[in-house]
């Protein structure tokens, strides 16, 4: 998770096109007609990321910066299949390695406890229960060099006045595991109005250890935009205010923090359409770095991401296709 990487660039998968000149125009194309759809989604939702400024103002200090959406490097992945996972782990979502393993889990009311499995074959998963754990709606994990750490705080219907992350040992993961510690926590801005409503600003997805913190990243419906909250690692309650917003052109189902390259992965999808969107951080500030499409996964609602190496792992949920996990190679060198 921590090794030293340098993004290389991606290539743009091989066309139909019969020669190089026919494949190049056809890259073109759909890059442009991307681009204006981009612009198009920017356009309609000027007006509601006017509102959202406006409402956001009162919480930030000076210190505190809000980064509008805009695309740099844009590259469409060459994403490899791995393997199904089985039909027991249909809505997974999260993802994060372990020595020389994987994790993830269930959302929404599945079984509490994790799921490890060798990179090369998910379809063989083993179970751990987290004792004394529920599982109400899980979303993300992350990790540090020691712990562990299962995000329930899925809010779709901003139902959920305390939201819940699970502290667990990460070099113990054995069959008889203790009960975790638990760090729970609540929205601040959250108000009467917000409950009950699809479209609310308080889902949460994505969550990443960057420092001695954790960083939560809000998924809201009404105008793809992404809420920062940080809190910290120490079990205990905390009441939240927002610290910043993304606007990452996508609904943020994950995220994945590479802090030897201070590399901050952010996936979700816009229109169904899987995107990750990378981050770097200077200065406790998120710079727009690039982005990744997918040209060969549309409908496919993209859930987890973990960078182990030089190797890119992300996972979907069942929807158009079967639940999977897919690699990337970033062409990362020392």
């Known amino acids: 998770m921590d090794q030293k990487v340098r993004y290389q660039g991606l290539r743009s998968p091989k066309m139909r096109c019969p020669d190089k000149k026919c494949r190049d125009e056809q890259f073109e194309d759909e890059h442009n007609a991307d681009s204006r759809l981009y612009g198009q989604t920017l356009n309609n939702n000027l007006r509601g990321r006017w509102m959202l400024l406006a409402f956001l103002l009162p919480f930030l200090v000076s210190c505190r910066t809000i980064r509008t959406y805009s695309p740099t490097v844009s590259d469409i992945s060459r994403e490899e299949h791995v393997g199904f996972f089985p039909p027991i782990l249909s809505e997974t979502s999260g993802l994060e390695v372990a020595g020389d393993s994987i994790i993830t889990f269930n959302d929404s009311g599945g079984r509490a406890g994790i799921y490890v499995f060798s990179p090369l074959s998910p379809e063989f998963p083993r179970f751990i229960e987290l004792p004394g754990a529920q599982n109400k709606d899980w979303e993300d994990m992350a990790a540090d060099s020691l712990n562990l750490y299962v995000g329930d705080f899925g809010n779709n219907f901003g139902s959920r006045d305390t939201l819940i992350i699970y502290k667990l040992n990460i070099n113990n993961l054995v069959p008889e595991m203790p009960e975790p510690e638990v760090i729970s926590f609540a929205f601040s801005e959250m108000t009467v109005e917000h409950r009950n409503q699809r479209k609310n600003p ?22 793809e935009s992404s809420w920062i909250y940080k809190l910290p690692v120490i079990p205990g309650h905390y009441d939240l205010q927002v610290q910043s917003a993304l606007f990452p052109g996508m609904l943020v189902t994950g995220a994945d923090y590479v802090s030897g390259d201070n590399l901050l992965y952010l996936i979700g999808y816009h229109h169904y359409r899987p995107r990750i969107r990378v981050y770097r951080l200077e200065s406790s500030l998120l710079l727009d770095h690039y982005l990744i499409r997918f040209g060969n996964l549309p409908g496919v609602q993209t859930e987890g991401i973990v960078i182990n190496g030089n190797i890119l792992y992300f996972s979907n949920e069942k929807s158009l296709k079967k639940q999977g996990l897919y690699r990337i190679n970033l062409g990362f060198a020392d």
């Open 202 to 223: 308080f889902d949460c997805e994505a969550m990443a250890i960057i420092g001695d913190s954790i960083w939560l990243f809000t998924k809201n419906w009404q105008d």
